[in-house]
């Protein structure tokens, strides 16, 4: 069955870098839309970024410039790479796959359904 596994996530200072990997089994990795999303306490869960099959990346405004999302096919593992972190960074951060039969819809990947989730990985920036 499909499996995500996040890890990298951790506790940084304003202004630092990590990088998350999800490690993807299960399925073609390369076949689908993939993507990071976040939650904070209190909020709902938003996309972060996504890669497509066909490479094509997509961001949320308030990540531009600052995330790189990445994949090496090879290995079946999809990265974000964060850099200038913000408090406001601070969440669970969880990778997750496209799926047609779900009913959860964002826009990235010009607009998918995702449906396979990691069980997250928790990242916080302090000030």
């Known amino acids: 069955q499909v499996r995500l596994v996040e890890s990298g996530g951790g506790s940084v200072q304003a202004g630092g870098s990590l990088r998350l990997s999800c490690a993807a089994s299960?399925?073609?990795?390369?076949?689908?839309?993939v993507g990071w999303f976040r939650q904070a306490p209190g909020k709902e869960r938003e996309g972060v970024a996504a890669?497509?099959?066909?490479?094509?990346?997509s961001y949320t405004d308030s990540v531009k410039g600052r995330f790189t999302i990445s994949q090496d096919n090879a290995k079946n593992t999809l990265y974000l790479q964060m850099n200038n972190l913000k408090p406001e960074d601070t969440a669970m951060y969880y990778c997750a796959r496209e799926s047609v039969t779900s009913r959860t819809w964002y826009p990235l990947c010009r607009g998918r359904r995702f449906g396979y989730w990691g069980q997250g990985t928790q990242v916080t920036v302090s000030t």
């Open positions: 299960g399925y073609t990795y390369s076949s689908y839309c």
């Open positions: 890669i497509d099959s066909d490479g094509s990346t």
